[in-house]
């Protein structure tokens, strides 16, 4: 189905290439991952398969690529699409109409295919995934779930004999996730249909895989065929499959049913407290409390009698299904909504009345999309930026005179960025930086006025392990440095690894709240893969319970 | 659920709406039409499960009223019931200020309120691809390129309410013109990104991947063509004793623009897999619009229309009510009772 053939590519100024000597054979039928950190060049591989690049990118190919009979080289993108599909990353970053049935439609009008054929590959499509009911429904009406569905049934409407995902679920809470993946499932299993699937999530998408590709971020590596055996000779793996390493289990599961038989084996010591930190108990006065508030949004209720507090070198993790009102909740915190019931306080204080510049000095808030914040040249300037907009404010730190302003105000940007890591990217533009980085810079920028309650919404989405990794040990940090921290996330192994408490957000309402391996060995959803092997052991990541088990 | 009723339909309840809007200045069936203009819309809105709220079309339209009813009375200081007087030698403001200007200015902003919502009512209950279908075939990607364009502005705004947040969350106030500029940088670039994200998409699924049939040259020759001669007709017109020749041009001129496009449409591989029927809702509502017309314009000797020509000068008085008028007015709102019916 693919074949590659010492394939090099680069693009266009780029100093070294995307990807190097790349031979690769997929046969047909195949569910195929690609795998590997940010920068590695997993979209460009599964950009060159449908001839996006070099057509739309530019840049120079070598090399000899075939896939599904054809040279997408040769042939355009557009060619190319009758025989392969290809779903990105946001679903709305392709619509092009409004409503379910029409978006689905468009490609087979553009094609020229007959109305009645058109309509019984319509009838199937939105059968096939579950879309029938909702083929009246405006695009902007639906669930990120279902949205990315329609993005696939616009593709799998053209009959497609290959069909390529790049990071599909990255944006959806782990149930819209798991419905994505299974209809994916389906369409291999059942249509034969051949998958290749970028993604950082592996612990989502490994059950589903029959094959792996992993490109290491030094060009020219790629490790390609069962995943067991590509797994066991890399790092970046899922828990499981890191704790199936380290304790030796052979075959080497990749899901947690695979698992479960060694689990029961295993030799755990007993639980204790010593591992999982109880920070409540000694703590002071919360940074924050949240009191019986009610928010609405026109006339709908959507947090309906929220308590909730944030102590002081705490990180509470808030989770909950899409819609359930976790943004809105931050939102109301850092003043963009307004309460209609119940009372916010902040250090002991009510926010009421207070705008959302004045709340800032006390409150950091990430947003969901971190290029919002992005604008300056430089990455230095956009600390800079929130210092000097802090300087000006009326009730804030006034110094004596500009010039010792524009010193100390450089000293404190220097000195978040090298805590940062990122001090050589001081006179980097923004928005040429990877995701990651840019997530890291707009998260310098908010932190740079050192506020004492952090707000994190989804701060892991698009982030690779490794990116992931150093944000988790950044919030540890802070944390240890007596900042709140709230962070809203669908990443069960981030909160997994960082969280001191867990609450639950369920259609307004908090339904749970506690230590975090508590609540979440109560949520199916949200049980990390550990926590499912070993629900006795008090453990919630794998390297907390190597350490036990070191430690015994 | 649907709120599709035929693509005609709508467009004759919509130029129905425009003309019951414009053909009077009276304050009662001027409510009476928002009235039915807002409540077409909360039917929309929750077919379209949206949710039903029109609070944020009020507050416009409050906000519409009171602006034109303070212009107005600024600048108009005719009527004859005057509540205030500044002295006629204030440049602008000055003279007598006037109970019939206050309400004129607010009758103008009502109807500007009641265009905004027919409009809006009119975008809301029409799918794109009708839209879409209104341009001729022959112009496909220019239709195309406009339906992007209409998608994308309110995701534009969306996006340009998420930067102003979070540059307010840097301790940005936005009191002055220099502290917008932070906004405009991301969203240029932000709506850069997202136009070469949907490029890629579209070219990936395939858009305009069918070539022509044949070539574009001769059918874009026969359409300029064509316009030449309505052009040469419009220029032969203008003489003395050739109006006669100069219309027969014209007519001629447009059949065969009118064939042009036809020829040129036919050209454009790509076909429709929806046929619209006329079905029992748009009988309702073109009925409705019919009683309308009928009521506005048909020579009935016990329909008054000197109420609708109600006029607040010299001197504001209660405007008269028909009560024929009145009820057939209330034609307008019938979109909302066939989406309610198909709702159930």
Known sequence: MISFQDVTFTYPGASYPALQSINLEIPAGSFVLVMGLSGSGKSTLLRCMNGLVPHFSGGTLSGTIRV???????????????????????????FVLDRVEDEVAFALENLALPPAEIRTRLDATLGLLGLTALRERRLDTLSGGERQRVALAAVMALNPSLLILDEPTSQLDPEAAETVLQTLVRLNRDLGLTILLAEHRLERVLPFVDRLIYLDS?????????????????????????????????PLPLTVQEALPFAQLAQLPESSDVLISDIQATLPEPVLRIVDLHVFYGPKPILKGVNLSAQGGEVLALMGPNGA???????????????????????GESIAGKNTADLARLVGY?????????????????????????????????????????????????????????????????????????????????????????????????????AKQRLADLLQTWRDDGHAIILVTHDVELVARLADRVAILEDGVISAQGKPVEVLAASPVFMPQVLQLFPDAGCLTPQQLINRLRST | ???????????????????????????????????????????????????????????????VSVLSMLFNMLISHFGETVFLTLPEEWPLIGGPYTLEALVYGLTNGLVLFGILIAFTDFNQAMPVRMLIRLIPRAFFPVAVVISIAVTFVPTTIRQFYQIKEAQMLRGQRMKSLRDW?????????????????????????????????????????????????????WVVSTRA?????????????????????????????????LKEKLRTGDAIVLMGIVVIGLALYFPFEWIDRSSLYYSVYPLLQWPDFDPWIGTALLGLGLPAYVIGLRKR
Not at chain 1, 325 to 347: A, C, F, N, Y
Not at chain 2, 248 to 259: E, N, Q
Request: glycine letters at 8%.
């Open chain 1, 68 to 94: 599904a009979e054809m040279d997408p080289v040769d042939a355009s993108p557009q060619v190319m699409s009758r025989k392969i599909g290809f779903v990105f990353q946001d679903p709305e970053a392709q």
């Open chain 1, 218 to 250: 030094e060009p020219g590596r790629m490790l390609v065929g069962d995943p067991r055996q590509v797994l066991a000779e890399v790092d970046l793996v899922s828990p499981v499959v890191a704790l199936g390493k380290y304790l030796g289990w052979q």
């Open chain 1, 325 to 347: 009102g976790k943004t809105t909740l931050l939102r109301s915190l850092i003043g963009l909504m307004k309460p209609e019931v119940g009372e916010i306080l902040l250090l």
């Open chain 1, 366 to 466: 990430l947003p969901q999309d971190p290029n919002a914040l992005l604008f300056a040249d430089r990455v230095l300037d956009e600390l800079l930026y929130t210092l000097h907009s802090r300087a000006h404010q009326p009730h804030g730190h006034r110094q004596n005179s500009s010039a010792d302003t524009d010193t100390s105000n450089a000293e404190k940007a220097a000195v978040m960025l090298a805590q940062m890591g990122m001090a050589d990217l001081a006179e980097a533009y923004p928005r040429d930086l990877s995701v990651g980085q840019r997530q890291r810079v707009a998260l310098a920028a908010i932190m740079v006025a050192q506020p004492r309650l952090l707000l994190l919404d989804e701060p892991t989405r698009g982030l690779d392990a490794a």
């Open chain 2, 1 to 63: 659920m649907s709120t599709q009723l035929h693509t005609w339909t709508w467009l004759t309840w919509l130029a129905a709406t425009l003309v019951a809007i414009s053909v009077t200045r009276n304050l009662f069936y001027l409510t009476l039409i928002l009235l039915c203009l807002l409540v077409v819309y909360s039917f929309i809105e929750d077919a379209n499960q949206r949710g039903a709220y029109p609070f944020s079309l009020l507050r416009f339209g409050i906000l």
């Open chain 2, 181 to 233: 500029l932070p906004l405009v940088m991301p969203l240029l670039v932000g709506g850069l990104e997202r136009a070469l994200q949907l490029s890629e998409a579209m070219t990936a699924r395939g858009f305009a991947s069918a070539a022509p049939k044949g070539g574009n040259t001769a059918h874009r020759l026969a359409m300029v063509v064509s316009m030449l001669w309505v052009m040469a007709g």
């Open chain 2, 241 to 273: 004793g050739w109006e006669t020749l100069g219309l027969g041009l014209i007519l001629a001129g447009a059949l065969a623009l009118l064939a042009a496009l036809w020829w040129a449409g036919r050209q454009v591989p790509r076909t429709n897999y």
